[in-house]
């Protein structure tokens, strides 16, 4: 019998991370399109075009919700590929902190994708979120293994990470902001989350999108 190679490795972690995010998503596309009607049978309808304007709150919060999701997951099965492969000479230990870190990302993304009704509840597991990806960011750049343009970018979401998690906390609890009504915060999130995603994807760029590989 041959030894497992690392190549094997990284499909599995991958793949494991891979269906509990895409359960994630797929409750949040859920959320988002069905209701259960009140009958007592609780039957699931699909909603219309209309329905989601209608209810542009919860709407708004699933649209977040993927705001969030998509650089994530897209980040997380990057670094899975790339630290996996460059760390053949580490201890299993250094890799396998990448994967139980992001799998527990996973994890709060699918908690995020149950909370999208609750806006509080869903802004705490955003935090959660945040504050995971600030502390796994943090230990990894201390790895010499890594690429520049890893290195580069894991410093980049610690940037992002830092005063996006310290915003939505005031969002969550200072009084001022609490003063706003649900559908302004909601908005006032759907926004921030946008602009937060548009910075990720513009300024790591080169790792999203293996451009510096490309130069080569």
């Known amino acids: 019998m041959t030894e497992p190679r690392r190549e094997d490795v990284v499909l599995i972690a991958s793949t494991l ?55 994530f997951y897209h980040g997380a099965t990057l670094v899975l590929a790339t630290t996996m492969r460059s760390s053949s000479h580490e201890p299993v230990s250094s890799p396998m902190l990448d994967f139980f870190a992001l799998f527990l990302e996973a ?21 959660a979120l945040l504050a995971v990806d600030m502390v796994w960011a943090g230990l990894a ?33 200072f009084p001022p ?16 989350a946008l602009v937060r995603t548009a910075l990720d994807y513009g300024i790591c760029r080169d790792f999203y999108f293996a451009r510096a590989s490309r130069k080569r």
Do not use: C, H, K
């Open 17 to 71: 991370y891979s269906i509990v995010a895409g359960l994630a998503i797929t409750t949040a596309i859920a959320a988002l399109l069905t209701r259960v009607a009140q009958t007592p049978s609780n039957t699931t309808l699909v909603l219309s075009p209309v329905d989601l304007v209608g209810n542009i709150g919860r709407t708004l919060l699933v649209l977040s919700f993927f705001l969030f999701a998509i650089p």
């Open 107 to 127: 994890g709060i993304l699918y908690a995020m994708s149950l909370s999208v009704g609750l806006s509080n509840i869903f802004l705490s597991w955003i935090i």
């Open 177 to 192: 902001l609490l003063a706003f009504d649900e559908g302004s915060r909601i908005a006032i999130l759907f926004a921030f």
């Open 141 to 173: 750049r201390r790895r010499d293994t890594i690429s520049a343009t890893l290195q580069r970018t894991l410093r980049w979401w610690i940037i992002l990470d830092v005063p996006a998690a310290g915003f939505l906390i005031a969002l969550r609890l």
